[in-house]
């Protein structure tokens, strides 16, 4: 398996250790910020070589704890310069740790984090925070070298697909609402639709649709056809559900409702149809969009 040690990766803000472990661990829940000691205090670490900065917080009970920082970049850089060539400053003490949270929080930010002479990789304060456009995309790079390692690749697919862990994961969402709120939304519809719209299926693809068809339920072909099914709609929320003949639900009517609603309005405005002339392949193109070679304005006809 490839060792990440030799990566070389830029993962300090100008500050590269060589031949140092790789190891990322991106953890969004950090300690409790209600927990408070008898110095809550702000503080500035620098590093008197190359001018870079950390700013963060700490609780202590012992203001002369010998404390550097928790940062993984400043960690590394004291490692490699000393520890007498950096400097602590505390810049506010705070009577709870919450307070100190916030103070960080307003001069920790993201346009700070992103700054070339700073340590920093996200925005200070507690819970959910942004990190520095540079951590993100170096993380990301290291990720991709990570799957690129085929016996990497192979252990963690070997740990998540696990006949232990479908079940798990098929426990949990027995009795749950598989309804996507974003499908929806009529822009996201339209970009489906135009993603999907003419796209070439595989032989195998064909097949295992067919199979799956095939071999539904008999509850299940029955749904999709529609036999003894009907609609009916709220007429508060606007919703239209399908339901076997003769169920009466209370605030629901019969039928799909008004078709006055705007909701889907203008979503292809601007947009027109082409076929290919030899395949017969429609497609929706945008009113800008020059035809392809081969292909015609309209739909094919139908005789």
């Not at 076929?275 to 035809?291: A, G, H, P, S, V």
Request: charge should be positive; aromatic fraction near 8%; hydrophobic fraction near 25%.
């Amino acid at each position: 398996m490839v060792k990440y040690q030799r990566l070389s990766i830029l993962i300090s803000k100008r500050v590269l250790i060589e031949n140092e472990p790789l190891s990322i661990n991106i953890n969004m829940n950090r300690n409790d910020p209600d927990i408070n000691r008898k110095y809550n205090y702000l503080y500035k670490i620098t590093n008197m070589i190359n001018g870079m900065e950390y700013i963060g917080v700490h609780r202590t009970d012992n203001i002369d704890d010998g404390y550097m920082g928790s940062g993984k970049l400043v960690k590394r850089s004291i490692a490699k310069h000393g520890k007498e060539n950096f400097t602590k400053e505390i810049l506010e003490h705070f009577s709870t740790y919450r307070e100190a949270l916030t103070k960080e929080k307003e001069i920790v930010t993201l346009e700070y984090a992103n700054r070339d002479d700073t340590y920093n990789l996200r925005e200070g304060g507690y819970g959910k925070c942004e990190w520095s456009d540079e951590w993100k995309k170096e993380f990301s790079e290291y990720k991709k070298a990570q799957w690129a390692d085929a016996d990497w690749r192979k252990g963690m697919i070997d740990k998540i697909y696990t006949n232990e862990r479908a079940e798990k994961i098929s426990h949990a969402l027995k009795g749950k609402s598989r309804e996507n709120p974003q499908n929806r939304d009529p822009e996201k519809i339209r970009k489906t639709a135009e993603t999907h719209r003419g796209m070439e299926r595989s032989e195998q693809a064909k097949l295992n649709m067919s199979n799956a068809a095939k071999n539904a339920s008999e509850e299940v072909k029955l749904k999709r056809s529609g036999k003894g099914m009907i609609y009916i709609h709220n007429q508060v929320t606007g919703e239209v559900k399908r339901v076997k003949k003769g169920t009466i639900i209370e605030g629901w009517l019969p039928g799909s409702g008004s078709k006055k609603s705007d909701k889907y309005k203008g979503m292809n405005k601007g947009t027109y149809f082409g076929y290919n002339e030899d395949t017969l392949k429609i497609k929706r193109f945008q009113k800008d969009d020059e035809l392809p070679t081969g292909w015609k304005k309209g739909r094919p006809s139908k005789k």
